[in-house]
């Protein structure tokens, strides 16, 4: 089946499989391989995209379902003045190790910031707590989100 | 020859914060994993895995697979077309299984189709007849069961003679008189469960034929070279006719360090003509690499009225699972570090590896340390309070020194600051209690805790770990690396570093720009070639704490070459012209332990070492069995920090999985098979379970290191484990000697 959907402000077109994810079409049909797949059942975060402005984990998502919607991914949050500023904060912060948690927390940082943009550590924490992390242990995951709130 | 152009050389030298060279990429999602891989014409493979922890393969049919739509190739163990066994250090384990598997998701045939989908469906039609075996899965037990491994793979090669069946090692430390006594003697049975390393980016990667019969490897490893060598005999083909790449790598923590998709997808791309990918999902991973050791530990520790050590006792049993992967080296660790950073006239130290139908085992992030750190210091507890000494005093008064003698007989030449981590642990300022009530988000269990905290309970835990640094027992390690020095348009000078070093998140690419940018500061730039076996000579393995300092090693000897042709060439070159050197770098030899009494038989069996302090405030709901790690703070010896930001990064992380194995970490089986492959049911932990962790950073260089640098990726886990179970042990006053601690361990006091 052919779907259309509206990618990082692009309308794109896909041929997919019915049973395809999300996931599986932004990554292996529509060049997007920065959301990553980490566990294919929504408990790491790894996959996070802005369905409609709202976080989703897109392994969750089925393709189909997205047709006609809004799709942000960690792709799509840099503009054309450059890096979003939660990517400049996470690169600067040292939040980031092996990074492939890195597009899920990016995304899911923007859309706490979106809708609280002064976080206290407790919000930082409840916000990201589906987000894992193997590498960093967190602490400068916080730094970063407390950075990037103050720019 | 330009002139030096202070802005880029002001910037990024070592023992400066500098910003990950791949930090940018990772942000914006360009940097490419080695599942974000791909190639034109590309096929998908899949791997059929056993679901018997213990079976004899009667047949294995594949005609109603290959007929299936989009499948282009089904192979099995017939169409390995060299050597059908190979390992890490032991090659007994199956490219895929023959006529018997040993553990559940052990590898038995492959399917390379168009889609994902239909070479997993090809797959399920794959029939393979199975009889089940009675599985091994009790590691002492399995000391007079049947053989796994007939042949005993690790036997002659240097090891203790032990006749037991499905022994993988015993190594056995007898260190002045075992049986000397004390004046006070505690003892305790101790054990750890399965851990997993649980990177978050799963098996993967891209096998591209060269169309010559050779191939191109893109994978996520952590050592190119020993991968090249393990994969090159499996597919009959010389080691230069397969070049392995290192593709993006999310996580490894030692789980890397074993193959996974390697020689199953350049079977499948050589057999199709056609690229490859394989990718593991969550649930394979569990199964698609080997684990942490599980440990049953006993041990006594006698000392006299003043708390000083007499004589430490312990035998550890590790359960090695199916193949033998790195477990003599966890083996040798394990007794190695039993005694923990204390100066110990006596012991008897007695460690035994064997084989079971359990989930197979190797390396993790403290490789056997983390085990015997657990027991230990739940031991030095028992004895201060035996003594009624403080906990710390009682450990600065044991603390080995530089001088003094290990249990293997090996003296201390390099750095190892025991008494000042724990020191400067110890004077960290531990905060005052949180009040109640709280919010819930602070409470043991969080927000699912409904309670207004009234049986919260707080508790201080103490601890000390320490772990060598680098391979030992004589094992030739060294690291290549290459510099190329040339001129680019503008005029100006540049360093191209070659190194095959993994960068597995741990930040090994800023340690080799941050050397040579150190070492060759005429030059206005330098640029880091791609990780490969094509450009350049082994780096060795990025585990044993070792990269940053075999790597910096090497650079740093290949920019002193350069530097110095340089300066025969009058100090500059005209354009066109280069500079390619290549030089190797080696730590200090290392030799053998003796097999019968496990002392050393030169000056050192490990290079040299690195410990850290610990003290966790641990909160417990008694009345539900849950856990709030409330504040963390360290102190550890780094030797030299390369780049600060990076190592507390490494802090933080390294203890952030420790904190997993002492709360909600195990891999559970029955029988043998896995039974919580996923991250619903394997918990790690989450941004709300971990504290931030107040670090000090412990610079005492180390003699023989380059710039003094010690690894630092371990000794957090190392120490953590046993930090955070002491806090629980002092806020709830029962022993707890097994991790992870489970709810129904803590409540009901």
Redesign the interface.
């Known amino acids: 089946m052919r779907i259309e959907l509206d990618v990082n402000g692009e309308q794109l077109e896909a041929d997919v ?1 019915a ?1 395809e994810s999300l996931l599986y079409v932004l ?1 292996e049909r529509l060049g ?10 929504g ?2 975060g ?1 996959c996070s995209v802005l369905l409609d402005g709202e976080l989703v984990c897109a392994c969750l998502v089925l393709a189909a379902q997205a047709e006609g919607h809004e799709v942000v ?3 799509g ?2 503009g054309a003045e450059g ?1 979003h500023p939660v ?2 904060a ?3 912060a ?1 939040a ?8 899920g927390l ?1 995304v899911t940082t923007a859309h706490l910031l979106e809708r609280n943009p002064d976080p206290s550590e ?1 919000e ?3 916000a ?15 730094d970063a989100v407390k950075l990037a709130a103050g720019t | 020859m330009s002139a030096p152009p202070a802005r880029k050389l002001q910037l990024g030298r070592v023992g400066e ?1 500098v ?2 060279v ?3 990429p ?8 080695s ?2 891989l ?1 190639a034109a014409g590309m096929l998908w493979g899949h791997t059929v895995r056993s679901p018997h922890a213990h079976a004899r393969i009667v047949s294995i049919d594949i005609s109603q697979a290959v007929p299936m739509p989009g499948v282009q190739a089904v192979l099995t163990h017939e169409d390995v077309p060299g050597a059908k066994h190979y390992g890490l250090e032991f090659p007994d384990q199956p490219v895929l299984a023959i006529d018997r598997v040993r553990y559940f998701g052990e590898p038995v045939a492959l399917v390379a189709a168009e ?1 994902p ?1 239909q070479a997993r469906r090809a797959a399920s039609r794959i029939a393979v007849e199975y009889e089940p075996l009675e599985p091994i899965v009790d590691a002492e037990r399995a000391l007079a069961q049947e053989e796994l491994h007939p042949n005993r793979p690790t036997s002659g090669h240097g090891y203790r003679e032990d006749p037991r069946p499905n022994v993988v090692r015993t190594m056995v430390v007898r260190h002045g008189d075992p049986d000397a006594e004390g004046d006070v003697s505690v003892s305790g049975v101790y054990e750890l469960g399965i851990q997993d ?6 098996e993967s990667g891209l096998a591209i034929p060269d169309g010559e019969g050779g191939i191109d490897i893109y994978v996520a490893t952590q050592w190119l070279h020993v991968d090249r060598d393990q994969v090159a005999p499996c597919l009959d083909l010389e080691p230069e006719r397969v070049r392995i790449h290192l593709a ?6 030692g789980g890397r360090e074993d193959l996974s998709m390697q020689i199953h997808g350049a079977m499948l791309a050589l057999r199709t003509n056609r690229p490859v990918k394989i ?1 593991y ?2 649930q394979e991973s569990f199964v698609g690499h080997i684990h942490r050791h599980p440990a049953r530990i006993w041990a006594e520790h006698r000392a006299d009225r003043d708390g000083k050590l007499k004589c430490v006792r312990m035998r550890i049993l590790l359960d090695g699972g199916a193949y033998a992967s790195s477990s003599t080296a966890v083996t040798s660790n394990a007794a190695s570090f039993a005694c923990g950073p204390y100066a110990v006239e006596n012991a008897l130290l007695e460690s035994t590896c064997v084989y079971t139908n359990n989930p197979p085992c190797g390396a993790m992030r403290g490789f056997g340390a983390v085990q015997t750190c657990f027991a230990g210091e739940a031991q030095m507890d028992k004895l201060a309070a035996a003594l009624g000494v403080d906990p710390v005093e009682l450990r600065l008064r044991n603390a080995l020194a530089p001088g003094d003698t290990l249990p293997t007989g090996q003296k201390l030449t390099g750095s190892l600051p025991v008494a000042e981590v724990i020191r400067r642990c110890a004077a960290i300022p531990v905060p005052e209690p949180d009040g109640l009530p709280r ?1 819930a ?2 409470l043991p269990g969080g ?1 699912g805790n409904v309670t207004r905290g009234e049986g919260v309970r707080r508790g201080v835990g103490f601890a000390v770990g320490f772990k060598n640094i680098g391979y030992s027992e004589g094992f030739d390690d060294y690291t290549a690396a290459r510099v190329r020095l040339f001129t680019d348009r503008s005029g100006g000078l540049v360093a191209e570093v070659h190194c095959a070093a993994a960068e ?4 090994v690419s800023n340690v080799l720009v941050q050397v040579a940018r150190t070492e060759l500061d005429i030059v206005d730039d330098v640029l880091l070639a791609p990780h490969t076996t094509a450009t350049v000579d082994s780096a060795g393995s990025a585990s044993a704490s070792r990269m940053t300092w075999m790597s910096s090693g090497a650079v740093r000897l290949a920019c002193a070459a350069v530097r110095e042709e340089l300066d025969r060439r009058g100090g500059s070159l005209d354009p066109g012209e280069e500079i390619d050197i290549e030089r190797i770098y080696r730590h200090p030899r290392t030799t053998p332990l003796d097999p019968e009494t496990g002392q050393v038989t030169g000056e050192r069996a490990h290079v040299a070492f690195a410990c850290a302090a610990m003290r966790v405030v641990a909160e417990v709901d008694t009345e539900l069995g849950l856990v709030r790690v409330a504040w963390i703070g360290t102190a550890q010896d780094v030797g030299k920090a390369l780049n600060p ?2 190592v ?2 490494q802090i ?6 420790g904190v997993g194995l002492a709360l909600m970490e195990e891999i559970q089986t029955e029988d043998g098979l896995i039974t919580n492959a ?3 049911d394997y918990l ?5 379970d ?1 504290p ?2 107040v670090a000090e950073l412990v610079e005492d260089a180390e003699p023989d290191a380059p710039y003094g640098v010690k690894g630092v990726g371990e000794p957090p886990t190392v120490v953590s484990t046993a930090a955070v179970v002491a806090a629980l042990r002092a806020a709830t006053g029962r022993e707890l000697a097994r991790v992870p601690v489970r709810p129904e361990h803590l409540a009901g006091l």
Not at chain 1, 32 to 41: D, F, R, V
Not at chain 1, 96 to 103: A, E, I, N, R, S
Not at chain 1, 128 to 139: I, K, M, P, V
């Open positions: 499989w049973g990554r997007l391989p920065g959301s990553k797949n980490a566990c294919e059942q408990e790491c790894s991914t960690v792709e949050l840099a890096l990517q400049a996470f690169a600067r040292g980031v190790q092996c990074g492939f948690c890195t597009p990016v407790d930082i924490r409840e990201l707590s589906g987000n894992l992390c193997r590498c960093t242990g967190y602490a400068k995951i916080f | 914060t910003q990950r791949d930090a940018i990772k942000v914006t999602g360009e940097f490419a994993f599942s974000d791909f889609h989908e390393q649980a990177f978050l980016g799963p993006g790598v999310g996580g490894a923590f990718v999902n969550r919010d988000i602070r927000s597995v998140g741990q930040g930001q990076a507390h990064g933080e992380g390294g203890t952030a999985q996923s991250f619903t790690i932990p989450t941004a709300l971990m931030r962790v």
